[in-house]
DNA sequence: ACTGATAGTTTGCCTGACGCGAACAAATGG
DNA sequence: CCATTTGTTCGCGTCAGGCAAACTATCAGT
């Protein structure tokens, strides 16, 4: 399929992502737990996803992210509201408006979904040696060098 | 809390999990793609895990791992049969049990969201060049080096 | 000050996913 | 031949989400 530049290129960049995956699928149940335990539904979960992406926002914006009517979104605010997962704000702008966010409950939990397997990770890395350590931190240089330049 | 050995590795530690979870970040939006267009529920979601994880189990051990009764097993998997992500199939030694198995839809759609941002740490990857990808390739495989011993 | 637009809530109503127990058919294994 | 196990069907209930319509409060323009 594709061989641009240099052939071994194409092994080393198979045999990461091999071991990449092998990796996602070690925190992967890390992650289903906190997930599943949490008893909350998927339109719920993107909910907290979209807050903890975008900070406050109003029920508006929200309704018009989630493609979903005002009037529906009233309801699933209020089941995340009572659960301590977000929380209504006034806006000092417009009193119309409620801005909605995250509580300190709800970033906990949407922390523990997404950073999943942090601490299966950490004492893992405890195990290598200051010299392993070395490299892997310069591979993770790397990696973040090379994200950074292509998002930008 | 914890510098049990030299004081370096404290900090390539710390260095190595912020990249990790900016990595982490960034995939998450690809993850949630397939998640949330899939309209599938999370007790649906939590059923197609562990048949990935499983591969070919019975209505009662899937009922078992599940918690819940024969009769609500009944009605879930039949939603997802009328899907086409699981399919059952007659055991051939006991023709009272049918086992249930992701089919080849259920098994891409798993892959999709486990194993979310791969083409994106792929395109990534090839940008580098073959001495960086040899880096990140020896720190990846002391990664599951040290993954593997502590699982086994 | 009036008036139209906007934000959010409430109400009533519907659909679908889950959950159960009970009853049942089929197959197993004594 | 009979108790047990597996899975399905049936009837029933609960809850999350979805909408339209009506309503209140507020804003913004004239």
Redesign the pocket.
């Known amino acids: 399929m594709a061989d641009e530049s240099s052939p071994g290129k194409a092994r080393l960049i198979a045999d990461i992502m091999g071991a990449q995956k092998r990796l996602q699928d070690l925190i992967a149940e890390d992650r289903a737990d906190p997930l599943f335990s949490s008893h909350?539904?998927?339109?719920?979960l993107k909910i907290l996803m979209l807050l903890a992406r975008h900070g406050s926002v109003?029920?508006?914006?929200?309704?018009g992210m989630?493609?979903?009517?005002?009037?529906?979104?009233?309801?699933?605010?209020?089941?995340l509201v009572v659960q301590d997962l977000v929380a209504?704000a006034e806006?000092p702008?417009?009193?119309?408006?409620?801005?909605?966010a995250l509580t300190r409950a709800g970033r906990d939990l949407i922390g523990s979904i997404f950073n999943a397997g942090e601490a299966r990770m950490r004492t893992l890395l405890s195990r290598l040696s200051a010299e392993e350590l070395d490299l892997i931190a310069q591979a993770t240089t790397l990696i973040i060098k090379a994200a950074e330049s292509s998002e930008a």
């Open positions: 909350l539904t998927l339109s719920q109003s029920g508006s914006e929200l309704a989630l493609g979903i009517g005002a009037a529906t979104l009233t309801g699933m605010i209020d089941r209504r806006d702008h417009d009193r119309r408006v409620r801005r909605i």
